[in-house]
């Protein structure tokens, strides 16, 4: 790949949208991932974002990722990350953070977030490392956005439209549930003031239709090449005692499986190939139908990794028939009495006797997840 508008010109050529952005607003909002376009567009959390922001009537959004030739400027147009309202990263790994700091500097805009005035864009960002623990990265951005985008990425907007002082700005958000904003809210020596809460999607919010988080564009150059993600559910049945989310997304809440499907519809115009997301998608209620609905579809279909106790012969059938042929699983260890004592009360002889299920439904591949530095 060429020099940045080459490349830019590359990778949005190669991408079949089911959104148009559009860089016009009174807010001008640049929305990025601190990582490669490759990573970030394999992320339906930061593609999801992207159609929050276009709903909200009066931004205007853009994208921007930090390849090299690209960092510093938007991918749509190449306009210089310095001129928009607010720059909002999605950072779901801790090794990223980094990434933010050079995003910045590349774009000549002060890293720390006392040395950035009002001629400056403000910071925000979310995702699952500004909730698990935003300290890290609390001198260089302005509001952390705590839980579902869903909850807090769009009134924000909506204030910051109402507000566009930056400083009322930040002290309202400071007031509200679901924002972490460090000018107000860490003392002098850098310590919280006190508890903050996260907002996550509720129960009946799921149940509406078109909240359902659904891929926005296909593109070859990413993880799943060309595969369309849609979310199935969000929190987990398990409470293994090393897993955060478990413990902090609350219950299994899945989408009722006619949403699930009207994206899947959505998604078969621009590709055949579909993903089903989830932290237990091999959990939803109504999976097997699912899985049968985009058999009868002629869909490729995959899922991300399924709870061994989910591994039923009625969802591995119509999977395999649908053109998956590697599942991914994660015993963690191989002794029982450890998993157990993890919070994961599966045993050896039922994993395998779902590893045979699984190879007699005729998937033939098989990856684990296991955790080293057990003692």
């Not at 190449?78 to 700091?101: H, K, Q």
Request: glycine share 8%; aromatic share 6%; net charge neutral.
């Amino acid at each position: 790949m060429g020099d940045g508008p080459s490349l830019r010109k590359e990778l949005l050529g190669a991408e079949r949208r089911l959104l148009e952005l559009s860089p016009h607003g009174r807010l001008r909002v640049g929305v990025g991932y601190p990582n490669t376009y490759h990573v970030a567009h394999s992320s339906l959390a930061f593609q999801w974002v992207l159609r929050l922001t276009r709903e909200v009537p009066g931004a205007g959004v853009e994208r921007f990722v930090t390849d090299p030739g690209l960092a510093g400027r938007t991918l749509e147009l190449g306009t210089p990350l310095g001129e928009f309202d607010i720059l909002a990263f999605s950072i779901s790994f801790e090794l990223d953070a980094v990434n933010v700091i050079r995003t910045l500097e590349a774009a000549g805009i002060p890293v720390r977030r006392e040395e950035r005035g009002a001629g400056f864009p403000l910071v925000v960002l979310g995702g699952a490392v500004a909730s698990i623990n935003p300290l890290p990265l609390a001198p260089v951005a302005d509001v952390f956005c705590l839980g579902a985008a869903e909850r807090v990425w769009r009134p924000l907007l909506e204030l910051a439209l109402d507000e566009p002082d930056r400083e009322r700005l930040l002290a309202r958000l400071a007031s509200m549930e679901g924002y972490f904003v460090p000018e107000h809210h860490l003392d002098a020596a850098g310590r919280p003031l006190h508890r903050l809460r996260r907002l996550e999607k509720r129960r009946h919010e799921m149940e509406e239709a078109g909240l359902v988080p659904v891929s926005q564009l296909i593109s070859p150059n990413t993880e799943y090449r060309d595969r369309g993600l849609v979310e199935m559910s969000r929190g987990c049945p398990e409470k293994c005692r090393y897993c955060w989310v478990s413990h902090n997304y609350g219950r299994l809440r899945a989408y009722p499986a006619e949403h699930i499907l009207a994206r899947v519809e959505e998604l078969a115009a621009v590709t055949r190939r579909i993903g089903f997301v989830a932290t237990a998608v091999g959990d939803h209620p109504e999976l097997a139908r699912i899985l049968e609905t985009c058999r009868s579809m002629g869909l490729d279909v995959a899922l991300s990794s399924l709870r061994i106790p989910a591994m039923r012969e009625e969802i591995l059938r119509p999977l395999a028939a649908s053109g998956a042929r590697s599942i991914t699983i994660a015993p963690e260890t191989g002794s029982d009495e450890l998993r157990r004592r993890l919070g994961k009360p599966t045993g050896n002889a039922e994993i395998l006797a779902a590893v045979e299920a699984a190879q007699r439904s005729g998937i033939e591949s098989l990856k684990m997840y296991f955790i080293a530095g057990l003692p």
